[in-house]
């Protein structure tokens, strides 16, 4: 099954209930939220108070991409105010089989992040503790990137380890999406896709629409 989990780092601020409402509308299966803490990446976003104010505008997964150093520090609190999934990247985790198991404790389902040149074999040992792993096709911090061509083989290489192993992971990718390359990234591997700027510029119903066309 593939989902669309379309960023709200790209929409327009000023309108974000109207928006949410029309990404719901549309078709989208969750809302891609990124967290940045101006440490681990280079920007700054939003945290709790915006997203326990837009839950109720939303009855779509909060899929909640923690760009943040050390999360395990707050993932209370991002429990609190509605995530139904919590992604930490592997890069920014002290002891990431605890983070992991505290994101599970909460009744959240957990996720790793990869950087783009971060390799698979970080994964070895936690993947069977994963609902999703989310491989970065660009360098986080920044929306409105272009994918980052190798991220294609990491895409089949992880694909082709879930299968191995007989596991039920999602592969979800993030960075420089668009309508022109979904379905390659689809036919690499990944069934979880995020894309910001090619949801929110223009007729929001009609990208989503045509996203969900493709990713048939």
């Known amino acids: 099954m593939n989902y669309l989990s379309p960023s709200i780092l790209a929409a327009d601020f000023s309108r974000l209930g109207e928006q949410l409402r029309a990404i719901d509308e549309a078709g989208a299966e969750y809302v891609h939220i990124d967290v940045m803490d101006g440490a681990f990446v280079p920007s700054i976003s939003f945290g709790m108070p915006l997203i326990q104010s837009i839950r109720p505008c939303s009855g779509r997964i909060f899929d909640v991409h923690l760009m943040v150093e ?40 957990p996720a790793v992040a990869l ?33 980052i061509p ?24 993030d960075g420089g999406v668009t309508l022109s390359n979904v379905e390659e990234i689809l036919k690499a591997g990944a069934n979880v896709i995020v894309s910001g700027s090619a949801v929110f510029q223009g007729d929001i119903s009609e990208n989503v629409r045509r996203f969900r066309e493709l990713m048939k």
């Not at 970080?122 to 929306?143: A, C, H, K, R, W």
């Not at 190798?150 to 990718?173: A, C």
């Open 70 to 109: 050390e999360p395990i520090r707050y993932i209370q609190e991002f429990a609190d105010c509605g995530a139904d999934m919590i992604t930490v990247h592997a890069e920014a985790c002290v002891h990431l089989d605890r983070t992991v198991e505290t994101i599970r404790e909460k009744g959240i389902r």
């Open 150 to 173: 190798y991220s294609f083989e990491k895409i089949r290489e992880l694909r082709h380890i879930i299968e191995e192993r007989g596991l039920n992971t999602d592969i979800e990718v």
């Open 115 to 147: 950087n783009p040149a971060t390799s698979l074999s970080v994964l070895e040992y936690i993947l069977p503790s994963l609902d999703m792993v989310l491989l970065m096709t660009v360098n986080p911090g920044f929306g409105g990137q272009k994918f």
